[in-house]
Every structure is written in C-alpha cells, then in structure tokens.
C-alpha cells in the first residue's frame, strides 16, 4: 500500500499533495472526530462529481473534504479541519450536524439502480455500462432492493490509506456512512461496500475487528400509490423549476407521505424523498 500522511490538513500520498481542486462551499473550522463514507451516486465521472462538489454548476449546497475516482485518484476540495457540507440532516452518537465534527469521502460509484441487461444498469441519471461482474443485486432493510455496482480494489486500498492517516492525524474514531448518520434519508455507501473490512484494517486486526455499531431499525416502507408517468421528475420543492431531484421509473411503487396543495410528498423504495405533481400518481 502506498504511504499516505495528512500535513498541515492536506492529504499527501506518497510525500506528494494529492489534486486540490478548492471548493467554495464550506464553513468553520473543527476538530474531525469520524470519517464518513459516501456513494457519489452520479455518472462514472469523478471530474463531474469534483465540479459540483467544488461550488459549480451553480451548487451551493454541498461539498466533501475528498473524491476518490475508480481508479483510486484522490483529489482534496476542503482541508480536513474544514467544515464540509456533505451529511446534511444527521446524527451520530448523539450529535446532530454531523457535518460539523466528521470528514467526508465521496467514492465514485453510481447507488441504486435497475436492471437492463447484464452490463447495463440504469440509475436515476441515466444508464451504466461495464463488464457483468461489476454488478449484484443485494437488498437490506436500509438499503432496499436494488442492484448496485461494485467498488473497485484501487478505490478500497485508497480509502484504506486515506482512512490510517485520519486516524494517526486526528485520532479519528470510527469509520461511519451516510446511511447509518441519515437513516431513512440516505442508502450510501450501497451495500456491497466493505465496512466491517475497512474498520478491521484501520482499527483492528482481520480476525478481530471492533464492534460495529447497531443502526436505528429502518423506517417501514410501505406503498400506497403507483408513478403513472416514464420519467416523472422527483422535485425538491413543490413546484416546477430547477429543483428536479431526479426522474422516476412508469410504475414505481411509492409511499405517500403527505399532500402540499397539487403536490404529493413521496418516499421510494430506496429512501429518496421529494415531491410529485398530483396528475402523474395514481392513489390505491
């Protein structure tokens, strides 16, 4: 494994400074008690998920201390004693704003996705291509059921790396993902991503790794309602304009929340949440 130390909060590999692309949006500074690990959930384009996570395109809301491509490219956008807005609403081990005490590493993987054939899968941007063992399908109480692609070894033995020297520079504690900080909200990282492995390797041994924590049980999803249109945009707010979460498959199967005047608050079978006009879902 290469050598990875934090100087000065900059991640080195290898005596060198990793990438620095600065991100514009970020807060105080603090003191990283945990490393939370995410899912990009996007195309397969590190460079895509670094510009937006950099402050461009016109985001303004969020942003992670490190993106790590497939092939276990590290670039740095916020020094590590930098608060970065990547957990949103959270909570962990009794705190909120987890945002305020952890580093966040996103990991270029493209989440929850369908099945189209065996080397192609789509995802709520669009389609995935690659070879037939670079994708399971695997379902969990907070992750539902879904198929999802693997990570690749160089993007594990990266995070492995980068993960040490977290815990040598700021004697991080444990390593958490933003599903078990959001339940309910968030399915990231995806389920074939080896948690239990990165802890063993970071903090213990591998046939003594420490005891995982016990997640809050998942919210009961239960569907009441049926997405009558391809493509029907998931919205963050309700009303039309550029607030499209993402686009929803003819016939998904939803839970109805709540109701905002045309509008109906949604939950899908992998957690996301945000709002439907009434005329494209039908009630049972």
């Known amino acids: 494994m290469a050598e990875y130390k934090i100087t000065n909060h900059i991640m080195h590999k290898d005596g060198v400074a990793v990438a620095q692309v600065p991100s514009t949006n970020h807060s105080g500074t603090m003191t990283p008690l945990y490393i939370v690990c995410h899912d990009t959930a996007s195309p397969l384009s590190a460079r895509g998920d670094i510009d937006w996570l950099a ?25 590590c004693n930098v608060i970065a807005w990547h957990a949103g609403k959270s909570k962990w081990n009794g705190r909120s704003n987890c945002n305020s005490f952890t580093i966040g590493i996103e990991i270029d993987n493209p989440g929850s996705m369908s099945f189209v054939n065996k080397t192609t899968m789509r995802g709520w941007f669009g389609t995935v291509s690659g070879q037939e063992d670079d994708f399971e399908r695997r379902a969990t109480p907070q992750h539902g059921d879904h198929w999802w692609m693997h990570y690749t070894p160089e993007q594990i033995e990266t995070v ?6 977290m815990v040598e520079a700021y004697k991080c504690k444990e390593i958490i993902t933003h599903w078990l900080i959001s339940p ?10 080896p948690l239990e492995g990165l802890r063993a390797r970071v903090f213990g041994t591998p046939d003594q790794p420490p005891p995982s924590p016990t997640p809050p049980p998942p919210e009961a999803f239960v569907p009441d309602a049926t997405i009558l249109v391809e493509g029907t945009n998931l919205r963050r707010e309700p ?20 109701k905002n005047g045309e509008w109906y608050f949604i939950r899908t079978p992998a957690n996301a949440r945000g709002y439907v006009y009434q005329d494209l879902i039908k009630l049972d």
């Open 55 to 79: 402050g461009r395109g016109g985001n303004r809301g969020s942003s992670a201390h490190f993106v790590v491509a497939r092939d276990g490219t590290i670039t740095q956008l916020v020094p």
């Open 160 to 165: 492995t790396g980068m993960c040490m020297a």
């Open 184 to 193: 309910g909200r968030k399915v990231d990282t995806n389920p074939l991503f």
């Open 239 to 258: 009303k039309m304009g550029e607030n499209v979460i993402g686009p929803l498959p003819l016939n998904l199967r939803v839970d109805v929340q709540s």
